[in-house]
């Protein structure tokens, strides 16, 4: 089992900028896809960014591109997402997930193996 654990969620104004981290509990997390997920208030739970394990290929959601940036520190075993210009539509619970397979169909949330507890992100107007 691999523990992963948010952080860095909270309260922020539109035109804000708030960076989330994820830290994972495996030695092994360079050979882990990681991916940012969200769920709005009422809505099902949706894809938002994702990393690839070894070549660090990114990939985004047309709503976050150009605000929003995931990276990763393998020796940290973390991965960030940096959220700039923040809108009231991206309120939601923020979710970090890990892929074991170093390719997958990064957008669907069943190709991913463990998941963290969420942090909520709320954004005001």
């Known amino acids: 089992q691999v523990q992963l654990v948010e952080s860095g969620g909270g309260l922020a104004q539109a035109g804000d900028s708030l960076r989330l981290s994820c830290a994972a509990s495996t030695e092994t997390f360079s050979s882990y896809g990681m991916g940012w997920f969200r769920q709005p208030p009422g809505k099902e739970r949706e894809f938002v960014a994702h990393i690839r394990s070894s070549r660090g290929s990114t990939y985004y959601a047309d709503s976050v591109t150009g605000r929003f940036t995931i990276s990763r520190d393998n020796v940290k075993n973390t991965v960030y997402l940096q959220m700039n210009s923040l809108k009231p539509e991206d309120t939601a619970v923020y979710y970090c997930?890990?892929?074991?397979?170093?390719?997958?169909?990064?957008?669907?949330?069943?190709?991913?193996?463990?998941w963290g507890q969420g942090t909520q992100v709320t954004v005001s107007s």
């Open positions: 997930a890990a892929m074991r397979l170093g390719y997958g169909l990064i957008r669907r949330p069943d190709q991913y193996d463990y």
